[in-house]
Nanobody, 121 residues
């Protein structure tokens, strides 16, 4: 069973940076997708970025050019480097794992508990 645990959230001023981490265990398939989603109260969980096992990446338009997703396979850790943060980036951030990449949340079978990011202007 895949277990995911996020860390690295916190409070930051607009324009600042944070790096989120997601440690994974139980990912046994050589072909998988890891993703970041975010959610604010009263809104749907929205896709932020994903990375395929081969290393290719994709980003939501709202974060492209500011966020970078990466994966350290030796450490079984997924990262999200977030730069030039804006108040609208404030959300609970979740990492997710699935057998293929998609922007649709229901594609992913396994989720972490989330880590809160708060950006003040």
């Amino acid at each position: 069973q895949v277990q995911l645990m996020e860390s690295g959230g916190g409070s930051v001023q607009a324009g600042g940076s944070l790096r989120l981490s997601c440690t994974a265990s139980g990912v046994t398939s050589s072909s998988y997708c890891m993703a970041w989603f975010r959610q604010t109260p009263g809104k749907e969980r929205e896709w932020v970025s994903y990375i395929r096992s081969g290393g290719s990446t994709n980003y939501a338009a709202a974060v492209k050019g500011r966020f970078t997703i990466s994966n350290d396979n030796a450490k079984n850790t997924l990262y999200l480097q977030m730069n030039s943060l804006k108040s609208e980036d404030t959300a609970m951030y979740y990492c997710a794992a699935g057998s293929y990449c998609s922007v649709v949340r229901y594609t992913y079978n396994d989720w972490g508990q989330g880590t809160q990011v708060t950006v003040s202007s």
